[in-house]
């Protein structure tokens, strides 16, 4: 089963930032959060990861609160082209390099002109 | 840089006929998986490969499902006989050692 929590919708006005949060209190010490989205009849795709560190991207930048047990998904100017599901998945980097993907439900971001 | 590619895109079929789905991975990745997304639901592991080996296969359906990766690059998914519940789509994707897995655009299944 998925470690995390996300709410199953949320609306996001073009050009305005969008706040995607997800809940993961059961987060142990080696594990990552890593975001994915998946635009419609596309495979999912990687965003951004981080460990306990405050991470930014071109594409988006993930805010992890101290105590780990939450994290925010943040896509400064959204555009119609952020419409899309949004997954939260907590997992492992071991020495293997091979954890797996738990996808939950995520969220699914619609951006409206 | 090539993406994963998967083939066929599409496919129907009727239910107790079998199939083949193919993945080409991203060049040099090591670590190949198949995942089954049902409609409305996240994608779900089936088998994990690294190199021709594999690493998880607890939540394959054994019994109809199989899969193989010679040569440790190309790899097959196959289903036979297929059941109405397979109907779903099948993700490829492919990962080095950065861990970052890329998707594959997936084949939609449909069973009759």
């Known amino acids: 089963d998925a470690k995390t929590t996300q709410p199953p919708s949320m609306d996001c006005a073009e050009g305005r930032a969008a706040n995607l949060p997800c809940n993961h209190s059961t987060i142990s010490g080696n594990e990552y959060v890593y975001w ?32 780990r047990k939450s994290s ?9 082209r952020d419409t899309a599901v949004y997954y939260c998945i907590v997992r492992p980097l071991g020495s ?8 939950g439900q995520g969220t699914t971001l619609q951006v409206k002109p | 840089e090539a ?8 496919k129907i079929i009727e239910k107790r006929q079998s199939v083949a ?3 080409n991975p991203i ?39 199989s899969a193989e990766r010679l040569k440790g690059v190309d790899s097959t998914l196959k289903i036979q006989p297929a059941k109405l519940e397979d109907s779903a789509v099948y993700l490829c994707a492919s990962s080095s050692r950065k861990n970052e897995q890329f998707f594959g655009p997936g084949t939609r299944l449909t069973v009759l």
Not at chain 1, 72 to 80: C, K, R, V
Not at chain 1, 96 to 103: C, D, E, P, Q, R
Not at chain 2, 37 to 60: A, E
């Open chain 1, 96 to 103: 293997s390099n091979t954890g797996k993907l738990i996808f």
């Open chain 1, 36 to 67: 994915y989205r998946q635009i419609h009849s596309q495979g999912p795709q990687y965003i951004i990861h981080g460990l306990k560190n405050n991470e930014t991207n071109e594409m988006a930048s993930l805010i992890i609160t101290e105590d």
């Open chain 2, 27 to 65: 060049s040099g990745h090591a670590t190949l998986y198949w995942y089954q997304q049902i409609l409305g639901q996240g994608p779900k592991l089936l088998i994990q490969f690294q190199n021709n080996g594999v690493v998880d296969d607890s939540q394959l359906p054994k019994d109809r499902f």
């Open chain 2, 3 to 10: 993406g994963v590619a998967q083939s066929p895109r599409y």
């Open chain 2, 21 to 23: 789905f193919w993945c």
């Open chain 1, 72 to 80: 925010t998904l943040i896509l400064p100017h959204a555009t119609l």
